[in-house]
């Protein structure tokens, strides 16, 4: 949190900034609070503190700093706020583990219309009696009467030293760095010299531009003007034409003054600020708005920018300031002269900006399309102005802006001119559309893609105003109308790795530059490994190229310097010589040159032959699911400490799998090398043998140098080296009876496993494990081809092909229900499995609980009656539609390959009582290590508070398995409770002679008995083992059950959808703890609504990834999540394969997002079927708001269609 006086508006303020990008330099006169200085565990917490704690709202805890210190500036600024205020602080935070809903139920507790009583108000109307039947209520998971209460009186006290500032005559400032000059001028006169004596000088008030050009895109300005604290830079003046906005005025002020404005004048005054507020509203998050200036904003002039489109359609009024004096510009077609060039001389500064009234008969608006909806930048954005001759629906003037069509913001010049003097009716609008189909043209090759898409929207934006203003004037006219039916790493360590990435084949690599940046330490490449550089699951890759690099992302080389700045400094210096090999990036070019990393997988049952012959209907197609980015928010990291003896090192990783980072490049035993893991930011499959590349590099860096080495990889970095979920390409012939019965089924899985094997086969494995789904098919006939690429190898990700091979089941199953006519829930129903049946891998189904799941979903989500709603909508609508979906899940629990089913667990009991646990699995937010204290607590009859877990090591539990396919706390589970027996068994005879005696008092004369208080524990599920070729075995040592429905809303003109309601039952067995268990399944939830609706990773065609980042690559935000939530665990199932008849829930909740998915598409049928296509249709994943657009045809995209 940022405070400082403002001597503009004469008080204090707090707001929200992000650190990565605030500049030091512009702390001067600033109070900096961050989440330590606001309460810890210590002293005491903080009420935003305490409440996400106690919701259950923090798993891994990397993105819980960010989300409190955005609840506490909140509660600094409104202690009393409203719901939508803590919603809206939340725009620009990022969760990837919890599915943000506890942190919003524990923060609802601070809310003036969503607080929680606690349970005490008298009569009705306390949440936690509301939806009694759903088995599990948020607050019943915990005790809102217990939190500590808010008081703002204890806040820290704003420094009194920078309060004395205030009165003083404030000097320019100048800070001088190793590269960079920062002047922080106090007077217009001094910035304006100034500009003249730098002309190239940058001009930085939030930095969010700058700031992300100097970190991502190598530039360097080595002079920063700042003109944050000169008065007529921040000054807001109300004119007769309007209000003046100095360019300093961050967002959040223009939005402060823009909403005064609006509540205080005249509507027909405030169109123009109504729809700059609109832009605002989508602007980034909080952290940004509260620091970015509008001038910078403008003078930034991208082409996407939201709020320049706007200013453009309104004719603002731009003041530039020189030496030479002043000139006032208008925002027209003219004032952008190049991509991110304008008219501004270099010597100028933009001084204001004055944002005009409206006038009576003049309707505004601006619309904004992004990939999501909270903190992304626009694909296409517009601002529209219309004005009519007084009195009439007569048209004088129109103004239409884009952003996102042009290398700069541009006029639909051509259209406007036009369409001048008719009447605002369909022919205007049918004119309009056709006129700006071929003005708003775009190449097939142009940035940015979606050619189709952003052409499709600015005619959907047009159409969305042309009714906008419809409405308004017939309510000027008439009165309202409905227009519904269109309607820590201490700092002790010396050394940081910067890595280099960098393509194809290379021949040499010189260093030598580097070597004058200050700080460089020294390069390791190939060479300087002293074992072994062959590195993955398969021995089939390499940690540091030598001479062919296989994808954008293999590691050349690493420069160790002695700060991570250096040593990206000299990490460019490097230089490579390589020529270019052609790559092969994509399923569709491996599947023509036949690259596939063997073997070929096949599962076949039946005779599939007969069963087409069988079937009524025989229906044939095809779907692409793309990859997903793990995102988790910690990024690969590892610190390599050498002990200096015998080749021992330590590593404290950020790793899911220590045994596989006891790396073999040093060519010492395993036993030298300790692997030490406390807790990890997040995992999802990602750390469990892609980290093992970074390990390696670190480890031989330290080394080299004998001393401790760490790296933790940039973002952009990590998304480049590490890999992701596997993109798949299905395709199936499918045969199947009239009423929907499936009879045969022939499918063929290919896998982008990228430049390496890793676990590509096991994921494959477990895609063709689950090609079933839920649903009984008697005769399959299955191919899984793992594909050779040249992308960054392809990696384990929470449900591990699972929940690919399912999805393309729900494919075949949402078109044979189409073409047969039938209700989806009624076709899926009658297919699935029964207790008792075999898999088409022929294990039989035991324990079936999932048809009980099924009924209940149904029954708690209404689902009939709110269908019957949902019908009623969509014929009410034409432009906006309603969809829903309920989906079964059955997920296999155990490793695939069988001897990783095992695990072990230490046991230590110290004299004092106190036990010290240890097991082989690693904590990453899922609540392992909660769980198996709950185990040995359980297992000894013990409180929990005398256990205690301190980290997971190679030198406690040895021969690991990764803490991965949802097993780990079966499988530790039970070893820690074999443990734990073994001590009881000790301690029995000491008991039986002291029954009444404490645990303690046990202990105690243990140790005086000379009896060992220390025991392993080990475990192996039993039995499991499959065999492909025979189809015999047992590949699962027992199924999770579940079942989805969820509610969708699309707006078809522009592919956006919301999550209306969704409505879980899972099946847990007897739950170890329900509150981490619904955890898992919201978290897992959420993350299947980003791989199936938002995630989607773009390349270049030589397989360079552009989505690089939050920027680009977009996980779900806090808006994403269904607005109606409402997670169940099945009732009575206790499981006796796991330990105390739990069942494994981390993976098998993810793919229940698929009815998301399937909702979006049983929408867009709707929306299709309006315009008279009613045939199954293709829609790959991710719906992205382009496939949802072009999926649904109407008009537009066929007037698209038809110009191009
Ligand atoms: C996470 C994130 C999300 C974003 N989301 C959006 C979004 O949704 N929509 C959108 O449109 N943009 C978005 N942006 C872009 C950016 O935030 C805006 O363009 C912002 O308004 C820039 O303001 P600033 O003060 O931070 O600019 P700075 O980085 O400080 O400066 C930007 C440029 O403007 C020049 N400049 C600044 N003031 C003046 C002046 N008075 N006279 C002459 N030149 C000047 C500087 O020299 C520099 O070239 C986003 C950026 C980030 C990092
Ligand atoms: S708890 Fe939010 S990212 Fe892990």
């Not at 530039?219 to 008065?231: D, E, G, S, T």
């Not at 994808?551 to 002695?562: K, L, N, Q, T």
């Amino acid at each position: 949190m940022i405070s400082k006086y403002d001597p503009f508006q004469k008080k204090i303020l707090h707001h929200t900034a992000n650190a990565c990008l605030f500049p030091i330099c512009a702390l001067h006169h600033v109070a900096v609070t961050t989440v330590e200085g606001i309460g810890n565990t210590k002293s005491r917490l903080h009420p935003a503190q305490e409440r996400i704690a106690k919701s259950h709202g923090s798993q891994c805890g990397f993105c819980t700093p960010g989300i409190v210190m955005s609840m506490y500036t909140l509660l600094r600024n409104k202690p009393k706020p409203k719901m939508e205020d803590i919603e809206d602080a939340f725009q620009g935070n990022l969760c990837r583990c919890t599915g943000y809903r506890p942190i919003l139920e524990g923060y609802r507790t601070f809310a003036v219309n969503g607080g929680c009583c606690g349970g005490k108000a008298n009569g009705s109307g306390c949440c936690m009696n509301e939806k009694e039947s759903m088995t599990m209520m948020p607050s019943s998971l915990f005790d809102s009467s217990k939190f500590q209460p808010l008081d703002p009186t204890q806040e820290p006290i704003f420094p009194p030293e920078l309060m004395t500032q205030r009165n003083k005559e404030q000097k320019q400032v100048c800070f001088k760095g190793e590269r960079v000059m920062w002047i922080q001028p106090t007077t217009l006169q001094e910035l304006v010299a100034l500009k003249s004596q730098y002309p190239n000088a940058k001009l930085v008030v939030g930095n969010t531009e700058v700031g992300i050009e100097m970190r991502l895109k190598n530039m360097l300005y080595p002079v920063i003007l700042a003109p944050a604290w000169i008065p007529e830079m921040n000054a807001v003046q109300h004119t007769e034409t309007g209000v003046t906005f100095g360019a300093a005025c961050t967002l959040s002020s223009v939005e402060e003054v823009l909403r005064k404005a609006v509540a205080e004048l005249p509507s027909y005054k405030t169109e123009i600020f109504q729809a700059a507020l609109e832009q605002l509203r989508w602007f980034a998050g909080p952290q940004i708005r509260n620091v970015a200036a509008l001038g910078g904003n403008i003078m930034t002039a991208s082409p996407i920018s939201d709020l320049n489109p706007v200013l453009m359609a309104s004719g603002s009024k731009l003041t530039l300031i020189s030496m030479e004096g002043k000139r006032t510009v208008t925002m027209d077609e003219k004032f952008f002269t190049g991509y991110r060039k304008t008219i501004v001389k270099p010597e100028e500064v933009l001084l204001s900006v004055e944002i005009p009234y409206s006038k009576e008969g003049e309707y505004f608006s601006a619309f904004k399309q992004a990939y999501r909806r909270e903190d992304d930048i626009a694909i296409v954005t517009c601002g529209m102005r219309v004005l009519f001759q007084h009195g009439t629906s007569r048209v004088q003037e129109v103004k239409l802006s884009y952003g996102g069509m042009a290398p700069t913001t541009i006029l639909a010049l051509k259209t406007c001119q036009e369409n001048l003097s008719w009447d605002w009716n369909e022919k205007l609008l049918q004119d309009a559309c056709r006129l700006l189909a071929g003005e708003m043209d775009l190449s097939p090759s142009a940035p940015g893609g979606m050619v189709e898409f952003r052409r499709t929207l600015t005619l959907s934006f047009f159409f969305k105003f042309y009714l906008t203003v419809l409405q308004k004037l017939s309510k000027h006219q008439n009165g309202p109308v409905s227009v519904a039916r269109e309607g820590s790493w201490g700092k002790s360590e010396l050394y940081i790795i910067t890595l280099l990435l960098l393509l194809s084949f290379y021949s040499s690599v010189d260093a030598s530059e580097a070597q004058s940046v200050p700080g460089f330490v020294c390069f390791v490449s190939a060479k300087d490994v002293p074992g072994s550089n062959i590195t993955g699951i398969a021995n089939d890759e390499t940690v540091f190229a030598e001479d062919v690099v296989t994808c954008v992302g293999h590691i050349i080389g690493a420069v160790i310097a002695d700060t991570q700045e250096h040593s990206r400094r000299a990490a460019k210096a490097v230089k490579i010589k390589y020529e270019e090999l052609k790559p092969i990036v994509t399923i569709q070019e491996a599947i023509e040159k036949q690259s596939f990393i063997k073997p070929i997988k096949r599962i076949k049952k039946g005779d599939v032959k007969k069963g087409f012959e069988e079937s009524d209907h025989v229906l044939e197609g095809e779907m692409y699911i793309g990859g997903q980015e793990h995102f988790y928010l910690e990024t690969h990291c590892t610190l390599a400490v050498p002990k200096g003896e015998d080749g021992e090192m330590e590593l404290f990783v950020s790793t899911q799998n220590l045994m596989k980072t006891q790396v073999g490049s040093l060519g010492v035993p395993s036993n030298r090398i300790v692997v030490r893991v406390k807790r990890m930011g997040g995992g999802f499959g990602g750390k469990e043998t892609r980290n093992t590349i970074l390990t390696t590099v670190v480890a031989v860096a330290a080394f080299k140098i004998g001393r401790p080495v760490r790296c933790m990889l940039d973002r952009d970095e990590d998304m480049l080296i590490s890999g992701g979920r596997h993109p798949f390409l299905g395709r199936y012939k499918v045969g199947f009876m009239k009423n929907g019965k499936v009879k045969s089924l022939e499918v063929s899985y290919y896998s982008n496993g990228g430049n390496s094997a890793d676990l590509s086969h096991g994921v494959m494995d477990r895609a063709l494990l689950h090609l079933d789904n839920s649903y009984n098919i008697p005769n399959v006939s299955s191919m899984g081809f793992v594909c050779k690429t040249n992308l960054s190898s392809n990696t384990a990700f929470r449900g591990f092909g699972g929940p690919q091979g399912m999805m393309i089941a729900e494919c075949w199953m949402s078109d044979l229900a189409r073409k047969c006519g039938l209700p989806p829930e009624e076709v899926r129903k009658i297919n699935l499995y029964h207790e008792g049946d075999l898999t088409h891998f022929n294990q039989k189904l035991e324990g079936f609980t999932l048809r009980r799941c099924w009924d209940e979903c149904l029954s708690s989500s209404n689902y009939h009656a709110r269908k019957k709603l949902i019908e009623e909508f969509n014929k009410q609508n034409r432009w906006k539609k309603r969809g829903m979906c309920i989906i079964p899940t059955k997920f296999g629990i155990s490793f695939t390959v069988p001897f990783l089913n095992q695990a072990g667990a230490l046991v230590h009991v110290y004299t004092d009582g106190s036990v010290l646990l240890t097991h082989g699995g690693t904590e990453m937010g899922q609540g392992l290590h909660t769980k198996m204290i709950q185990v040995a607590s359980r297992s000894l009859g013990i409180p929990t508070s005398k256990i205690y877990i301190s980290e997971t090591s190679t030198n406690t539990v040895p021969n690991t398995s990764p803490t991965a396919a949802s097993v780990s706390a079966d499988i530790n589970g039970m070893a820690v409770h074999n443990a734990c027996q073994t001590i009881l068994k000790r301690l029995e005879p000491i008991k039986q002679s002291n029954p009444k005696g404490s645990w303690e008092d046990w202990i105690k004369t243990a140790y005086e008995n000379c009896i060992s208080l220390s025991a392993t524990g080990f475990y192996r599920i039993p039995d499991v083992g499959y065999n492909f070729e025979t189809n015999e075995g047992k590949p699962f040592h027992y199924f999770s059950y579940g079942v989805a429905c969820s509610e969708v809303e699309i707006d078809c003109l522009t592919g956006d959808h919301k999550n209306v309601r969704t409505d879980v039952v899972m099946d847990v067995g007897t739950s170890l703890n329900p509150a981490i268990d619904i955890g898992q399944i919201e978290g897992a939830f959420v993350q299947g609504i980003g791989l199936f609706t938002m995630e989607e990773l773009r390349y270049s065609p030589e397989g360079n990834l552009y989505t690089r980042g939050p920027g680009m690559y977009k996980i779900p935000a806090f808006g994403d999540i269904p607005t109606e939530f409402y997670v169940s665990l099945l009732r009575d199932c206790p499981n006796s394969k796991a330990i105390y008849s739990s069942k494994a829930v981390g993976e098998p909740p993810l793919f229940l997002s698929a009815s998301v998915f399937y909702a979006i598409k049983d929408a867009i049928y709707s929306a299709r079927e309006d315009s008279g296509v009613t045939e199954p249709f293709r829609l790959d994943s991710p719906a992205t708001p382009e496939r949802i657009r072009n999926a649904c045809v109407d008009t537009f995209t066929k007037m698209v269609t038809v110009l191009s």
